[in-house]
């Protein structure tokens, strides 16, 4: 199939936020290949994310996160979902905005929390799995998020596919603004 759009396409957003889920839904429509960058990091280390952060700690986690992010930002006709603190550090923006539209995912606080409540698997929620905490953490991230993003979606009560649709349509629109079609 001919490509449907001649770059790669980033999902960031806060933990929760559905970039996986939409990012492996979004590759099989765009037939382009998917990675998730905390499932790379996973994969290479044998163990959970929640692991690498209690035996190694963040920073080391970070670290892993700028050589995973470089190397995807590498690829072409891929879809890479990104870990929630991708944002932090400015490097891998740069590195990511290289031949790729980044698609910020929101939600409001309430839904993540909804969403998150009885997960056990995001380490920097494990001892503070509660509404005010993600709303501290969101404000805090919030610029961030808005000046990395090409493309802002809102993903509350929104099915999927929903989601997707309005991804192709926002991508499209920019194709023909930008002259790629
Ligand atoms: C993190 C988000 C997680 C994971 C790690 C740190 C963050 O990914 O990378 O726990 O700093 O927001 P998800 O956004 O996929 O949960």
Redesign the pocket.
């Given at each position: 199939m001919e490509k449907l759009f001649p770059y790669n396409i980033v999902l960031i957003?806060?933990?929760?936020?559905g970039?996986?889920t939409i990012g492996n839904y979004l590759s099989k429509q765009l037939e382009m290949e998917f990675f998730d960058?905390?499932t790379v990091i996973q994969g290479r280390m044998g163990i959970p994310?929640?692991s690498i952060?209690e035996n190694y700690g963040e920073p080391f986690?970070r670290k892993m996160?700028n050589a995973v992010v470089k190397e995807l930002s590498e690829r072409e006709n891929t879809i890479i979902?990104c870990?929630?603190?991708v944002v932090?550090d400015n490097n891998n923006i740069s590195n990511l905005k290289t031949g790729a539209i980044i698609i910020l995912l929101k939600a409001d606080a309430e839904t993540i929390y909804y969403r998150l409540k009885g997960d056990k698997t995001?380490?920097?929620l494990k001892d503070n799995m509660n509404l005010e905490y993600i709303k501290s953490l969101m404000k805090k991230r919030k610029k961030l998020y808005d000046q990395a993003a090409d493309i802002i979606i809102h993903t509350d009560n929104k099915e999927i596919d929903e989601i997707c649709k309005e991804i192709i349509l926002m991508l499209s629109s920019l194709d023909e603004t930008r002259g790629y079609s």
């Open positions: 957003g806060f933990m929760g936020s970039k996986s960058v905390d994310v929640r952060f986690f996160e979902s870990g929630g603190g932090l995001r380490p920097l």
